[in-house]
């Protein structure tokens, strides 16, 4: 059991990492950004061009996470420019449009043939109670809490944070007093996008070589933001953590080939329990 | 099926000529040809289904290509597996059994909206995407081959069988937009409260939307794997989910247009891509690009820029706003103050009000009435609790103290929709449903079968000269007239109108308040005005309660309670009311 918890981490850890960014997002930017896996992964895949140029394992990953900001900025522009005015809903719908996007530009990167993605741990691993755990597994859960924390502390007590909060309250209030909503929105989808490409890096040597499985990732990390409510980060990286474990169990159960629906049950669960006195669409 | 309207002629006629046309361009063409546009037909009814529960109802829905697996379960299994059943039966028995899943999806519905609907029906489709992989429902393996039956294996056939079933259901679906079912689902995606003010069951609203876009999803689900001859799991992956989505947005697929725009443009892309050697990923792709554009400009896709065109062909339908006027219609029109014994129960009783949020009373043992056929006010600073008066009343605040009665009967434990029957209101914010004209407006507000005369005595009442013209392309104050209207259409024993002047000049509130005099002996309603124009409330209410921090400081005659300083003073403020 223990060892199936431990392998539970390595998936959780990601899906810890993606749902603090999903979070950051929701809070900042009224957006459920669906393609934050599926964007994340093309930076990530990205790492395999700089491979192939002679970049080490360190720098390629260095380059990868410049590549998946650079996807943000670009994000983040469209959605500044196109979407400041629109609903949450519309934003998020237009999400999905950039996770169709990046699935069919994914498949066309991975295209079904085998790749050694760049290793910065080099495969090694530490050893906790007489089990072997992959350094990276270790290094990407706390990536979550750091992230977690660091994104916490930033918000609540820098100027940055503050013009972030104000954005989020009522962006042209906050833009008639000078905080230059656009640029934020285009910085905060660089760096959620940059921290989604180093949160994939880690699973990519011991994941699939296909591409949609990637994006799919998706779906626990949102089940994962939904256990902290859409509001509180460390909730939601405990939360990647309880989805991965989760999974892991129920994939040495006999119901191990049902593994990938868990996360909908839970967000079933959790979704109806919170908005259980949610009887009318808008408040008044 | 009740409800079915007149107006659905041209849009049955444009989709029967567009339908003809096809037909006479594939039937001829090569098989290969006939074999892409069966698809695309086959995606078109999928389109429906998203625009049924998208386009029409609003409700985010990610797992309508989920929905058609099983369909393709079911036809698998009756069909090649056992043969249990011939294809057509099979078909339909997919579309029955898609009906209780897209409810027990639409369930999650009625308590979860946009991104939060959005999450569930994904990892709906995930779920549903692992089931079919797993391979252990029966029908859901590819270890069969369904053969068309002889008749639909001849040339042509089973395209002809694909035509009339996009034919069918397109058309059923402008049939059913409408119905009051299409009507009710416009308005839940526009407001559910209003919806809900204007007596439509949110509940059942959004189940039947549910329902019926699952039955189409899965009878196009079991074409869909009649036309490929097996169930492959990856046709109905969560990707090919998004995809849909993603198309049904580009396309506007709330109309049968875009429907048929998303299978049309999908399957002769794909197609052409294939022939090219381009992989039909590309087309994804620029879909995708499409649909943030789309998204972007809200426009409504390419049904919405089709109807746009249309409609700039059509010579604007002529709307004359005449204002009524007290300097010309003279002083009689003052409504007169009606008595109302004790043991009279009629009209609108609050009695003991009470309303608490937390540590906030919100109201508090608020107790007057509005007596049967008159008009009073309900006047109050902001935060005076006026609209939670109006919320608790008409039942969207059900955990309240006290009691409502209309005409001495308890409203309490009755759902807003079922109040609507003899209270009804208006909302301080325009709450129409913009896609509507006038007419149809009020015939979802009615809740019955209205005739032509009764819709005309409303327009009528409202002064709106319009029957053609979009709800969302009409004037504020014929908007809000109208919103009066869909109250009083409903023949309620008392409506609620709340802040009916807001945003109105000067010459348009006089109008509108000479209306509201007229609804007591018009339509045989009582009438609460919630204002802040006094002009207005002087000129309709012979009596108003004053509303201060939750309670009820006068109800009086208008003049005397305008004049009580503690009503100035909750206005004013102690020092400034002392001064005057």
């Known amino acids: ?284 | 099926m009740s409800g079915l309207r007149r107006g659905s002629f041209p849009s049955l006629l444009a989709l029967l000529v567009v339908m003809l046309v096809t037909l006479a361009v594939v039937y001829p063409a090569p098989k290969y040809w006939q074999y892409v546009a069966t698809i695309g037909m086959i995606q078109a009814l999928i389109g429906l289904s998203i625009g049924v529960v998208y386009g029409t109802a609003g409700m985010l829905s990610l797992c309508q290509v989920s929905l058609a697996a099983i369909g393709s379960w079911t036809v698998g299994y009756m069909t090649a597996q056992d043969h249990l059943l011939g294809l057509p039966w099979s078909l339909a028995v997919g579309a029955v059994l898609a009906v209780p899943v897209g409810l027990l999806v639409g369930l999650p519905a009625l308590r979860l909206r946009g991104v939060n609907l959005a999450i569930v029906t994904l990892g709906f489709a995930v779920a549903i995407y692992t089931v079919g992989k797993v391979g252990e429902v029966p029908g859901s393996t590819s270890d069969y081959y369904i053969v068309l039956p002889r008749w639909l294996n001849e040339k042509g056939a089973w395209f002809l069988a694909v035509w009339v079933s996009f034919l069918g259901f397109a058309a059923v679906v402008i049939l059913l937009r409408r119905s009051r079912w299409g009507l009710s689902w416009l308005a839940i995606a526009r407001s559910e409260r209003a919806a809900a003010a204007l007596g439509v069951s949110v509940f059942r609203a959004k189940l039947t939307a549910f329902g019926v876009s699952a039955a189409i999803a899965g009878w196009a689900g079991g074409m869909l794997v009649a036309t490929f001859g097996s169930a492959d799991p990856g046709t109905f992956s969560p990707f090919q989910c998004l995809s849909f989505f993603v198309l049904a947005v580009m396309m506007g697929a709330g109309f049968w247009e875009g429907a048929f725009a998303l299978g049309f443009f999908n399957a002769v892309s794909s197609a052409l891509l294939r022939q090219w050697n381009i992989s039909p990923d590309v087309a994804t792709l620029l879909f995708a690009i499409g649909s943030i554009q789309v998204l972007s400009a809200g426009r409504g896709g390419f049904s919405g820029d089709v109807r746009r065109l249309i409609a700039r062909g059509r010579k604007p339908e002529e709307h004359v706003v005449e204002l009524r006027s007290r300097s010309v219609e003279g002083a009689s029109l003052t409504p007169s103050r009606r008595a109302q014994s004790p043991e009279d129960a009629s009209g609108l009783q609050i009695v003991d009000l009470t309303v608490r949020y937390g540590a906030v009373t919100a109201l508090d043992h608020v107790s007057f009435s509005v007596p049967s056929r008159s008009i009073v006010g309900l006047v109050g600073p902001n935060g005076a609790g006026k609209s939670t008066l109006v919320d608790a009343c008409t039942g969207f605040i059900a955990a309240y103290g006290g009691s409502v009665l209309v005409d001495g009967a308890p409203q309490e434990g009755i759902p807003p929709h079922r109040r609507a029957r003899v209270l009804r209101r208006t909302f301080q914010s325009d709450r129409t449903v913009g896609e509507l004209s006038p007419p149809d407006y009020l015939r979802i507000s009615a809740a019955r079968d209205v005739t032509r005369a009764e819709l005309g005595e409303i327009l009528d009442f409202v002064g709106c000269t319009a029957t053609r013209t979009r709800l969302d392309r009409l004037d504020v104050r014929t908007r809000r007239l109208l919103m009066i209207g869909s109250c009083l259409v409903g023949r309620p024993r008392v409506a609620l109108i709340d802040e009916p002047a807001a945003g109105l000049s000067a010459d348009e509130s006089e109008d509108l308040g000479l209306r509201l005099i007229d609804i007591p002996d018009r339509f045989g309603a009582s009438v609460l005005v919630i204002e802040h124009d006094m002009e207005l409330v002087r000129l309709v209410c012979p009596e108003v309660a004053v509303l201060d921090f939750g309670k009820l400081i006068a109800f009086d005659h208008t003049a005397d309670a305008l004049d009580d300083p503690r009503v100035q003073a909750a206005y004013l403020g102690d020092e400034l009311a002392s001064r005057a």
């Open chain 1, 1 to 284: 059991m223990f060892a199936q918890v431990l392998a539970g981490l390595v998936a959780g850890g990601v899906y810890a990492a993606l749902a603090v960014c999903l979070v950051l997002m929701y809070q900042m930017l009224g957006v459920l950004s669906f393609a934050q896996s599926g964007l994340g992964a093309l930076g990530a895949c990205s790492m395999l061009f700089f491979q192939s140029m002679g970049f080490n394992a360190w720098l390629s990953v260095g380059a990868g996470i410049l590549v998946g900001a650079l996807i943000g900025v670009v994000c983040g522009w469209l959605m500044a420019r196109y979407f400041t005015e629109a609903s949450v809903e519309t934003r998020s719908a237009a999400t999905v449009g950039f996770l169709v996007v990046s699935v069919a530009v994914g498949n066309r990167i991975l295209n079904g043939a085998t790749y050694s993605f760049p290793d910065p741990f080099g495969g090694r691993s530490v050893f906790i109670a007489g089990q072997g755990v992959p350094v990276s597994t270790l290094v990407e859960v706390a990536l979550a809490f750091v992230l977690a924390g660091g994104v916490t502390i930033g918000l609540n007590r820098t100027f940055l944070g503050a013009q972030l909060r104000a954005m989020s309250e009522r962006a042209t209030t906050a833009q008639l007093l000078g905080v230059r909503v656009s640029a934020l929105t285009v910085l905060v989808w660089a760096f959620a996008c940059a921290v989604s490409t180093l949160a994939l890096v880690f699973v990519l040597p011991t994941s699939t070589t296909s591409f949609p499985p990637l994006a799919y990732l998706i779906v626990p990390a949102t089940a994962a933001a939904l256990l902290g409510l859409l509001q509180n980060m460390y909730l939601a990286a405990a939360g990647g953590l309880f989805m991965g474990v989760a999974e892991s169990l129920v994939l040495a159960s006999r119901f191990g080939r049902y593994t990938d629906a868990i996360p909908f049950l839970i967000v079933v669960v959790v979704m109806i329990y919170w908005r259980r006195k949610d009887v009318w669409s808008e408040a008044r």
